[in-house]
Protein backbone atom coordinates (compact mmCIF):
# COMPACT_ATOMS: atom_id res chain seq x y z
CA UNK A 1 0.00 0.00 0.00
CA UNK A 2 2.14 2.47 -1.36
CA UNK A 3 2.04 6.16 -1.02
CA UNK A 4 3.83 8.32 -3.88
CA UNK A 5 4.74 11.89 -3.53
CA UNK A 6 5.52 12.99 -7.44
CA UNK A 7 7.27 15.91 -7.83
CA UNK A 8 6.61 16.96 -11.64
CA UNK A 9 7.40 20.31 -12.73
CA UNK A 10 4.26 21.82 -14.88
CA UNK A 11 4.16 21.35 -18.85
CA UNK A 12 7.21 18.40 -18.26
CA UNK A 13 4.97 15.68 -19.87
CA UNK A 14 1.68 15.71 -21.60
CA UNK A 15 -1.28 14.56 -19.95
CA UNK A 16 -1.35 10.79 -21.67
CA UNK A 17 1.90 10.43 -20.78
CA UNK A 18 1.56 11.43 -17.08
CA UNK A 19 -1.31 9.10 -16.72
CA UNK A 20 0.64 6.73 -18.42
CA UNK A 21 3.53 7.03 -15.84
CA UNK A 22 1.30 7.10 -12.75
CA UNK A 23 -0.08 4.09 -13.73
CA UNK A 24 3.17 2.49 -14.32
CA UNK A 25 4.18 4.12 -11.12
CA UNK A 26 1.80 2.37 -9.24
CA UNK A 27 2.25 -0.78 -10.89
CA UNK A 28 6.20 -1.07 -10.20
CA UNK A 29 5.77 -0.15 -6.40
CA UNK A 30 2.95 -2.42 -5.81
CA UNK A 31 5.12 -4.96 -7.27
CA UNK A 32 8.24 -4.45 -4.86
CA UNK A 33 5.85 -4.73 -2.12
CA UNK A 34 5.66 -7.99 -3.19
CA UNK A 35 1.59 -7.97 -3.90
CA UNK A 36 0.09 -8.32 -7.34
CA UNK A 37 -0.51 -4.87 -9.15
CA UNK A 38 -3.56 -6.05 -10.80
CA UNK A 39 -5.54 -6.86 -7.08
CA UNK A 40 -7.96 -3.77 -6.88
CA UNK A 41 -7.86 -3.96 -3.19
CA UNK A 42 -4.11 -3.13 -3.07
CA UNK A 43 -4.65 -0.58 -6.38
CA UNK A 44 -7.47 0.97 -4.05
CA UNK A 45 -5.28 1.79 -1.30
CA UNK A 46 -2.33 2.98 -3.63
CA UNK A 47 -2.18 6.95 -3.69
CA UNK A 48 -0.06 9.29 -5.71
CA UNK A 49 0.23 12.41 -4.24
CA UNK A 50 0.87 15.09 -7.30
CA UNK A 51 3.04 18.24 -6.51
CA UNK A 52 3.32 21.03 -9.41
CA UNK A 53 6.32 23.09 -8.71
CA UNK A 54 6.33 26.10 -10.83
CA UNK A 55 10.32 26.16 -11.51
CA UNK A 56 13.12 24.12 -10.13
CA UNK A 57 16.61 25.95 -9.50
CA UNK A 58 19.93 24.09 -10.48
CA UNK A 59 23.18 25.49 -9.18
CA UNK A 60 20.92 29.03 -8.84
CA UNK A 61 19.55 29.01 -11.95
CA UNK A 62 15.86 27.72 -13.05
CA UNK A 63 16.73 24.01 -14.57
CA UNK A 64 16.55 23.68 -18.09
CA UNK A 65 15.32 20.55 -18.54
CA UNK A 66 12.47 19.03 -15.70
CA UNK A 67 13.93 17.76 -12.20
CA UNK A 68 11.46 14.55 -11.15
CA UNK A 69 11.84 13.88 -7.20
CA UNK A 70 9.99 10.81 -6.74
CA UNK A 71 8.96 9.47 -2.81
CA UNK A 72 7.39 6.10 -2.60
CA UNK A 73 6.61 5.50 1.18
CA UNK A 74 5.50 1.95 2.41
CA UNK A 75 5.37 0.61 6.27
CA UNK A 76 9.33 -0.56 7.59
CA UNK A 77 10.12 -3.60 6.38
CA UNK A 78 9.16 -3.93 2.59
CA UNK A 79 12.55 -2.97 1.12
CA UNK A 80 15.60 -4.45 0.79
CA UNK A 81 18.94 -2.81 -0.40
CA UNK A 82 18.16 -5.03 -3.05
CA UNK A 83 14.77 -3.66 -3.85
CA UNK A 84 15.56 -0.10 -3.20
CA UNK A 85 18.02 -0.39 -6.32
CA UNK A 86 16.14 -1.87 -8.43
CA UNK A 87 12.92 0.42 -7.61
CA UNK A 88 14.90 3.04 -8.03
CA UNK A 89 16.31 1.83 -11.46
CA UNK A 90 12.79 0.79 -12.45
CA UNK A 91 11.39 4.02 -11.49
CA UNK A 92 13.50 5.81 -13.60
CA UNK A 93 13.05 3.89 -16.71
CA UNK A 94 9.38 5.23 -16.41
CA UNK A 95 10.15 8.42 -16.07
CA UNK A 96 12.48 7.97 -19.13
CA UNK A 97 9.61 6.51 -20.92
CA UNK A 98 7.44 8.83 -19.94
CA UNK A 99 9.28 11.89 -21.15
CA UNK A 100 9.88 9.51 -24.59
CA UNK A 101 14.01 9.74 -23.69
CA UNK A 102 16.69 6.82 -22.29
CA UNK A 103 17.07 6.23 -18.88
CA UNK A 104 21.05 7.09 -19.24
CA UNK A 105 19.58 10.55 -20.18
CA UNK A 106 17.47 11.51 -18.09
CA UNK A 107 19.12 9.48 -14.65
CA UNK A 108 20.67 12.58 -13.57
CA UNK A 109 17.46 14.74 -13.36
CA UNK A 110 15.07 11.87 -12.08
CA UNK A 111 15.74 11.43 -7.59
CA UNK A 112 14.20 8.72 -5.94
CA UNK A 113 13.88 8.52 -2.18
CA UNK A 114 12.29 5.25 -1.21
CA UNK A 115 11.10 5.56 2.29
CA UNK A 116 9.56 3.45 5.28
CA UNK A 117 7.70 4.68 7.97
CA UNK A 118 8.77 2.93 11.42
CA UNK A 119 5.92 0.37 12.23
CA UNK A 120 3.73 1.98 14.52
CA UNK A 121 3.59 5.18 12.84
CA UNK A 122 1.43 3.91 9.55
CA UNK A 123 -1.51 5.75 11.00
CA UNK A 124 -4.55 4.79 8.41
CA UNK A 125 -8.54 4.56 8.84
CA UNK A 126 -8.10 6.10 12.21
CA UNK A 127 -5.64 4.39 13.74
CA UNK A 128 -2.10 2.99 13.47
CA UNK A 129 -1.66 0.09 11.11
CA UNK A 130 1.11 -2.26 12.01
CA UNK A 131 2.63 -4.30 8.41
CA UNK A 132 1.35 -7.90 9.51
CA UNK A 133 -2.25 -6.51 9.88
CA UNK A 134 -1.94 -4.57 6.53
CA UNK A 135 -0.70 -7.33 4.49
CA UNK A 136 -3.38 -9.65 6.41
CA UNK A 137 -5.82 -7.23 4.99
CA UNK A 138 -4.47 -8.13 0.98
CA UNK A 139 -3.98 -11.61 1.56
CA UNK A 140 -5.33 -13.53 4.78
CA UNK A 141 -2.91 -15.21 7.29
CA UNK A 142 -0.24 -16.20 4.73
CA UNK A 143 0.17 -12.42 4.02
CA UNK A 144 0.06 -11.50 7.69
CA UNK A 145 3.08 -14.30 8.24
CA UNK A 146 5.35 -12.56 5.14
CA UNK A 147 4.88 -9.29 7.02
CA UNK A 148 6.04 -10.12 10.67
CA UNK A 149 9.02 -12.13 8.91
CA UNK A 150 9.48 -8.69 6.89
CA UNK A 151 9.67 -6.85 9.87
CA UNK A 152 11.68 -9.52 11.76
CA UNK A 153 14.06 -9.15 9.12
CA UNK A 154 14.49 -5.70 9.08
CA UNK A 155 14.55 -5.17 12.55
CA UNK A 156 17.96 -8.24 12.85
CA UNK A 157 19.50 -5.95 9.97
CA UNK A 158 19.43 -2.50 12.11
CA UNK A 159 20.21 -4.70 14.82
CA UNK A 160 23.12 -5.89 12.89
CA UNK A 161 23.78 -2.45 11.16
CA UNK A 162 24.21 -0.64 14.76
CA UNK A 163 26.55 -3.55 16.41
CA UNK A 164 29.10 -3.29 13.67
CA UNK A 165 29.67 0.27 13.76
CA UNK A 166 29.26 0.16 17.60
CA UNK A 167 32.29 -2.17 17.14
CA UNK A 168 33.73 -0.07 14.57
CA UNK A 169 33.78 2.72 16.90
CA UNK A 170 35.30 0.58 19.59
CA UNK A 171 38.08 0.09 17.28
CA UNK A 172 38.78 3.75 16.14
CA UNK A 173 38.93 4.73 19.98
Known amino acids: MPMIDVFIPEDALS ?31 SWIFVHRPAVVYRAGKPAPAPIYRIVPTVPEGQYTGEARASLVKEVTAAV ?29 RGGIRH ?3 IM ?23 AVEILEAAVQSLRLG
Do not use: C, Y
Open 96 to 124: ARAEGTSSDEIARRVWVFPTEIRDGSWGA
Open 15 to 45: ADSEASLMRELTDILIAHEGLDPSNERVRDV
Open 131 to 133: LPE
Open 136 to 158: ESFGGEALKAIGKQRLQNKRRSD
